[in-house]
Antibody, heavy 118, light 105 residues
Framework: EVQLVQSGAEVEKPGDSLKISCKAF????????IHWVRQMPGKGLEWMGM????????RYSPSFEGQVTISVDTSISTAYLQWHSLEATDSAMYYC???????????WGLGTLVTVSS | EIVLTQSPGTLSLSPGERATLSCRAS???????LTWYQQKPGQAPRLLLY???SRATGIPDRFSGSGSGTDFTLTISRLEPEDFAVYYC??????FGQGTKVEIK
């Protein structure tokens, strides 16, 4: 069974760095793109970027380019989303999802809630 | 960058009624790459339809999709209580529409 298991909720201060994770089970991790999606409180879904684990080819939405870093560790079938300096506006739920046929995101993690507050 | 605009923002309907949701793209979208998701409060999104009209595994046949070019439609033939949720369209695994909330009237 395909599962994406995300790391737990985080509470951070502005300026902190953070790396959240998404561990894949039940399929060949290297063969499918992994996407990250942001959802701010009470708002819609925003596509942040994606990575192809086999070669770490990462692509970003223009809105998030330079703001976050997406990476993988294929030895443990895990994708990461990283910030070097958090802002209060980064407070949101972050989902990882696997890309299936025709670009559809067919399996999703449960989300990681990130709260940034002084 | 393609912009997807969903309408209406909110749809107020009763169980048993038909729901018609629209997704309009700022430029033509390859029909194969238009996807619909459902999200309920406190849950992750769930894949409903891919390739504009193909139902994902386990999705009941009251959900259907149509369209091409810049105009796509998600139809729920008869609303069940569990269908009241927010629906998003997406193109090629990237840009999302802003969502349509289907609420109980």
């Amino acid at each position: 069974e395909v599962q994406l298991v995300q790391s737990g909720a985080e509470v951070e201060k502005p300026g902190d760095s953070l790396k959240i994770s998404c561990k894949a089970f039940g399929y060949s991790f290297t063969n499918d793109w992994i996407h990250w999606v942001r959802q701010m409180p009470g708002k819609g879904l925003e596509w942040m970027g994606m990575i192809y684990p086999a070669n770490s080819d990462a692509r970003y939405s223009p809105s998030f380019e330079g703001q976050v870093t997406i990476s993988v560790d294929t030895s443990i079938s895990t994708a990461y989303l990283q910030w070097h300096s958090l802002e209060a506006t980064d407070s949101a739920m972050y989902y990882c999802a696997r890309q299936g046929v025709y670009g559809a995101l067919d399996y999703w993690g449960l989300g990681t809630l990130v709260t940034v507050s002084s | 960058e393609i912009v997807l605009t969903q309408s209406p923002g909110t749809l107020s309907l009763s169980p048993g009624e038909r729901a018609t949701l629209s997704c309009r793209a700022s430029q033509s979208v390859n029909i194969n790459y238009l996807t619909w998701y459902q999200q309920k409060p406190g849950q992750a999104p769930r894949l409903l339809l891919y390739g504009a009209s193909s139902r994902a595994t386990g999705i009941p046949d009251r959900f259907s999709g149509s369209g091409s070019g810049t105009d796509f439609t998600l139809t729920i033939s008869r609303l069940e209580p569990e269908d009241f949720a927010v629906y998003y369209c997406q193109q090629y695994g990237r840009t999302f529409g802003q969502g349509t909330k289907v609420e109980i009237k």
